[in-house]
């Protein structure tokens, strides 16, 4: 898996300026001392094995840097995209869920009112909201968080209830979580962008 460098114009003028610079400084320091010094003078040629040295260590630091950056400005944007990624799965699952709920709760509502098919109601679940809840993290909107909260409430207690079940209960609880599930669709689309 290659991955071609990108820099953006600002970094590749900001090289390039720099090793102008270094090389500007390096060659009229060596043009100083070859002109300056006698030229079979030892100190003339360790002067200008010296500023090669010099120029050589700045311009592969300069060089060093501008990639270090690169990379680590990348790496957060994978680590951005990944944890996207993972939020979006969760927030699917979680949507799945609520989807059979909403199905099954349309299916039965008739059945659920006059007190037929209660065992149904075993199959109404929020375990994929109990057990990704804390995984979504601070990339979910508190708004999201409350609304599936509050769905999850409504769920639950429509499943627990020991009372007969209006199809208006039914209806409201179908409404809850298709609004939820819009909110979810919405969430995922933010995540993507």
Excluded at 1 to 10: A, T, V, Y
Excluded at 38 to 63: E, R
Excluded at 73 to 97: P, Q
Excluded at 99 to 108: A, E, F, R, T, V
Aim: proline share 0%; charged share 20%; with cysteine.
């Amino acid at each position: 898996m290659s991955k071609k460098l990108q820099f953006s114009i600002k970094e590749l003028v900001t090289l390039l300026g720099l090793t102008v610079f270094v090389s500007l400084v390096v060659f009229l320091c060596i043009n100083i001392a070859y002109n300056y010094l006698d030229k079979s003078s030892d100190i003339a040629s360790a002067l200008i094995g010296a500023g090669g040295n010099f120029s050589g260590g700045v311009l592969g630091g300069i060089v060093a840097y501008v990639v270090a950056a690169y990379q680590i400005k990348n790496s957060t944007k994978f680590e951005d995209v990944k944890l996207s990624r993972k939020i979006s799965s969760l927030l699917l699952l979680i949507k799945a869920e609520l989807n059979h709920n909403m199905k099954l709760i349309s299916n039965c509502k008739e059945d659920f009112a006059s007190g037929n098919n209660l065992e149904l109601l075993n199959t109404i679940t929020i375990d994929a909201w109990l057990n990704n809840a804390d995984k979504l993290g601070e990339k979910v909107s508190i708004e999201l968080i409350e609304s599936l909260i509050n769905c999850t409430a409504v769920i639950s207690t429509y499943k627990s209830t020991t009372d007969v079940r209006e199809e208006d209960l039914s209806n409201g609880v179908i409404q809850k979580i298709k609004d939820n599930i819009q909110k979810i669709e919405l969430e995922i689309t933010n995540l993507k962008a």
